[in-house]
Nanobody, 124 residues
């Protein structure tokens, strides 16, 4: 039903910044929390950030806390991930996801729609 399309990935040097966007289809975008996950080669998918339906609450993985910022614009059906002070270990495919409910959640099984992913590569 819901389709998510990520964009904004690319190659950046360590210490640099990048902005990811996720455009969502559907008429009920503002009823659900959204999240970002990432998967590096030979690693399991891991939680990055989440934001509540109206943007009032957010949560972040400890590894990126203070460096990344999640936000959303419900009028545009879009969620963003501002990434700064990037490190080589941030290199991964980043996925946007829609939660099953309105509140923030960090576990992948609580999300029921996923984007195709966008590659982020951070060089030294």
């Amino acid at each position: 039903q819901v389709q998510l399309v990520e964009s904004g990935g690319g190659l950046v040097q360590a210490g640099g910044s990048l902005m990811l966007s996720c455009a969502a289809s559907g008429r009920t975008f503002n009823r659900y929390a959204m999240g970002w996950f990432r998967q590096a080669p030979d690693k399991e998918r891991e939680f990055v950030a989440t934001i509540s339906a109206t943007g009032g609450y957010t949560d972040y993985a400890e590894s990126i806390k203070g460096r990344f910022l999640i936000s959303r614009d419900n009028a545009k059906n879009t969620v963003y991930l501002q990434m700064s002070s990037l490190k080589p270990e941030d290199t991964a495919v980043y996925y946007c996801a829609k939660a099953k409910a309105s509140y923030i959640t960090t576990t992948s099984w609580t999300y029921d729609a996923w984007g195709q992913g966008t590659q982020v590569t951070v060089s030294s």
